[in-house]
């Protein structure tokens, strides 16, 4: 074989080993591709008592999952999520604008799924669900950008997730508010009459007792002094009898 040929060849094997070498440090020097998802069977608009699953990959490896904050979208209230399942001793919080599951840390590098129910989901294409992911380190993972249709859920970049809904079925209609709904929406009851006439203060009953009559000190006043003078009438009439006597 002429030199110039093996030469050649060589070249080709070390531009060809060059470009794997690469390709290899390209795939494994970035962080893993960790997001959340959320996901239901039942994904369809005005759908009611609806379970979604959320799940969170974890993408720290000194810090397990601890937390997760859902910010939910128009038409779901917080008062309308119950909890579902998810890891042992977690609890669920309602928030003004969502809802927090949280509990002791996840073992490192282990992702998470917990489910809620949904009262009723709203008559929309789609629901975005912002979602904050805390470490037990302090990290915060926040998913919450949007993509070109409000968010595509697979992990580009930080987006949210998206739960995509059918169309309503035939007849279905919204809900009434939730009890509880009703009643942070609802104005504080109005004060009964009762309620709203004060009652009279000391003064003012004593002044009511004057007014309807004379109280049983005057009276018992008025009888002495009556007393009084008859005694002292009755006593002159006496003396002046012995004088003409």
Same mark, same amino acid.
Do not use: C
């Given at each position: 074989?002429?030199?110039?040929?093996?030469?050649?060849?060589? +070249?080709?094997?070390?531009?060809?080993?060059?470009?794997?070498?690469?390709?290899?440090?390209?795939?494994?020097?970035?962080?893993?591709?960790?997001?959340?998802?959320?996901?239901?069977?039942? =994904?369809?608009?005005?759908?009611?008592?609806?379970?979604?699953?959320?799940? %969170?990959?974890?993408? *720290?490896?000194?810090?397990?999952?601890?937390?997760?904050?859902? !910010?939910?979208?128009?038409? !779901?209230?917080?008062?309308?999520?119950?909890?579902?399942?998810?890891?042992?001793?977690?609890?669920?919080?309602?928030?003004?604008?969502?809802?927090?599951?949280?509990?002791?840390?996840?073992?490192?590098?282990?992702?998470?799924?917990?489910?809620?129910?949904?009262?009723?989901?709203?008559?929309?294409?789609?629901?975005?669900?912002?979602?904050?992911?805390?470490?037990?380190?302090?990290?915060?993972?926040?998913? !919450?950008?949007?993509?070109?249709?409000?968010?595509?859920?697979?992990?580009?970049?930080?987006?949210?997730?998206?739960?995509?809904?059918?169309?309503?079925?035939?007849?279905?209609?919204?809900? *009434?508010?939730?009890?509880?709904?009703?009643?942070?929406? *609802?104005?504080?009851?109005?004060? *009964?009459?009762?309620?709203?006439?004060?009652? %009279?203060?000391?003064?003012?009953?004593?002044?009511?007792?004057?007014?309807?009559?004379?109280? %049983?000190? =005057?009276?018992?006043? !008025?009888? %002495?002094?009556? +007393?009084?003078?008859?005694?002292?009438?009755?006593?002159?009439?006496?003396?002046?009898?012995?004088?003409?006597?």
């Amino acid at each position: 074989m002429p030199r110039t040929t093996r030469r050649h060849g060589g +070249i080709r094997r070390a531009v060809l080993a060059a470009a794997v070498a690469a390709t290899a440090v390209l795939f494994t020097a970035g962080p893993a591709a960790a997001h959340v998802e959320v996901e239901s069977a039942d =994904a369809q608009a005005l759908a009611q008592n609806v379970e979604l699953t959320f799940s %969170a990959e974890s993408e *720290s490896g000194t810090a397990g999952i601890s937390e997760l904050r859902v !910010i939910l979208p128009e038409g !779901i209230e917080p008062a309308d999520v119950t909890y579902g399942e998810g890891p042992e001793g977690w609890k669920l919080t309602a928030n003004k604008d969502g809802f927090t599951v949280k509990g002791t840390a996840a073992k490192v590098g282990e992702d998470v799924e917990l489910s809620v129910v949904v009262r009723q989901l709203p008559d929309a294409k789609e629901l975005v669900f912002k979602t904050l992911q805390t470490y037990s380190d302090g990290k915060v993972d926040r998913w !919450i950008e949007l993509g070109e249709s409000g968010g595509d859920g697979h992990g580009h970049g930080n987006t949210a997730p998206v739960l995509k809904l059918r169309a309503a079925a035939p007849g279905a209609e919204p809900l *009434s508010p939730s009890p509880s709904e009703a009643e942070s929406e *609802s104005a504080s009851p109005t004060p *009964s009459a009762e309620q709203t006439s004060p009652s %009279a203060s000391p003064a003012a009953e004593a002044t009511a007792d004057d007014d309807s009559g004379l109280s %049983a000190g =005057a009276w018992t006043g !008025i009888a %002495a002094g009556v +007393i009084l003078v008859a005694g002292g009438a009755f006593y002159l009439v006496r003396r002046q009898g012995r004088a003409q006597e």
